[in-house]
């Protein structure tokens, strides 16, 4: 009971099958099951703040496995061109069931050519994550979106006075 309730381990299990998912397919049948598990800590007695907080905790795992699993079928884009920035109620580690997805990337400068294609990738992630019951932000808040996608300079460029100062 210790190990279900503690704010550290509650949802470990569901985290893991996420991790481990194999297909889209797989993560999806995993990511549908989180409601009834959310709804379960808390009739067994967890705070609804740390159920919100486990919450948040499987979303982002949810959102990192869709990233690779689409990732995967697309050999020459990569990770390693952007950093994922989760915005919103997720990136404050308080997602609800209602909440959607709000995210931007930054790239590396030297992918900028690149970046149209990404934003596509990008859009099958957010239908994977529709397909696991999360919704994607419908003001364009997500990465698939120009405005949510640029490179390092792009982004510094739009946003003065936030960059390296003298």
């Given amino acids: 009971r210790d190990f279900v309730f503690s704010s550290t381990t509650a949802g470990v299990s569901i985290n893991e099958q996420i991790r481990r998912a194999r297909s889209i397919d797989d993560l999806v ?19 609804a703040d740390r159920v919100i907080a486990v919450n948040s905790a499987i979303v982002d795992s949810i959102v990192r496995r869709a990233v690779a699993l689409v990732f995967e079928g697309l050999p020459d884009l990569t ?24 995210a931007a990337v930054t790239f590396e400068d030297q992918y ?17 994550l529709t397909r ?16 949510f996608s640029r ?4 982004w510094r460029a739009r946003a003065p006075g936030f960059g390296p100062r003298p």
């Avoid at 995993?30 to 007695?45: K, Q, T």
């Avoid at 294609?117 to 994977?128: I, K, L, Q």
């Avoid at 696991?132 to 405005?147: E, K, L, N, R, Y």
């Fill in 79 to 102: 990770t390693d061109a952007f950093t994922w920035l989760s915005l919103g109620s997720n990136g404050r580690r308080e997602a609800v069931l209602s909440s959607d997805v709000d």
């Fill in 112 to 128: 900028e050519d690149d970046i149209p294609r990404y934003r596509v990738a990008f859009g099958a992630v957010g239908d994977v």
């Fill in 29 to 47: 049948t995993r990511a549908r099951r989180v409601p009834a598990i959310l709804g379960e800590l808390l009739a067994r007695g967890l705070a």
């Fill in 132 to 147: 696991c019951g999360i919704s994607v932000d419908t003001h364009h808040a997500f990465p698939m979106h120009q405005g």
């Fill in 151 to 154: 490179t390092d300079s792009q």
